[in-house]
Nanobody, 124 residues
């Protein structure tokens, strides 16, 4: 089992920066992807950034060149550094981990884990 706890959310002015952290506990030895998602009121949850076990990263189009995902292995923490924040970045941000199985050329999620979320509010 894996437990995820986010922190670092808050209120910031447009153009400012925030650093979100996701502290993981439990067995994370075979985690495939460590991601950040967000959900704004009335909108679907969307992928913000993903960090694969290979080290590859992927970013949503709306946050490219502004957000950076990284991992602190010593602390079992995934970090989302957000800069040049915009009001449209306001949302609840969730940490997500998964385990996958590879079969017939595809990855299948066999177990996923979510944090409780941390709210980010960007004022104009």
């Amino acid at each position: 089992q894996v437990q995820l706890v986010e922190s670092g959310g808050g209120l910031v002015q447009a153009g400012g920066s925030l650093r979100l952290s996701c502290a993981a506990s439990g067995n994370i030895s075979s985690i495939y992807s460590m991601d950040w998602y967000r959900q704004a009121p009335g909108k679907q949850r969307e992928l913000v950034a993903a960090l694969r076990s290979s080290g590859n990263t992927h970013y949503g189009d709306s946050v490219k060149d502004r957000f950076t995902i990284s991992r602190d292995n010593a602390k079992n923490t995934v970090i989302l550094q957000m800069s040049s924040l915009k009001p449209e970045d306001s949302a609840v941000y969730y940490c997500y981990f998964d385990r996958v199985a590879y079969y017939s050329g595809r990855y299948y999620v066999i177990k996923d884990y979510w944090g409780q979320g941390t709210r980010v509010t960007v004022s104009s």
